[in-house]
């Protein structure tokens, strides 16, 4: 069964960091374009970052751009987000997604998706 875990949300003070960790199983995370996603409360799911399999080349949302950063280890079949610099907006529930289609930062591109994980940032 396919499956996608992530970890590592949490509240943090503005300006704090957290790292998110995208756990995969299931089958090889390293064949699927990985992506976060992220969908704070009354506002649509938004692609966040995006890194491809292979060259692990990585695309950013303009506003998380100099602050995040998305990086795999292919052997522990995992996905993270390092996100520093954190603000109130970036406040919501973060989701990884799986797919190999479509437009990266766009929610139809893919059809794995784990549960999610709340970050709260105070300000």
């Known amino acids: 069964q396919v499956q996608l875990v992530e970890s590592g949300g949490g509240s943090v003070e503005a300006g704090g960091s957290l790292r998110l960790s995208c756990a995969a199983s299931?089958?090889?995370?390293?064949?699927?374009?990985i992506a976060w996603f992220r969908q704070a409360p009354g506002k649509e799911r938004e692609g966040v970052a995006v890194?491809?399999?292979?060259?692990?080349?990585?695309l950013y949302a303009d506003s998380v751009k100099s602050r995040f950063t998305i990086s795999r280890d292919d052997t522990t079949n995992t996905v993270y987000l390092q996100m520093n610099g954190l603000n109130h907006e970036d406040s919501a529930m973060y989701y990884c997604?799986?797919?190999?289609?479509?437009?990266?930062?766009?929610?139809?591109?893919?059809?794995?998706w784990g549960q999610g994980t709340q970050v709260t940032v105070s300000s």
């Open positions: 299931g089958y090889t995370a390293r064949t699927f374009r």
């Open positions: 997604a799986a797919g190999n289609r479509g437009r990266p930062l766009t929610t139809s591109a893919y059809n794995i």
């Open positions: 890194i491809y399999t292979g060259s692990s080349f990585t």
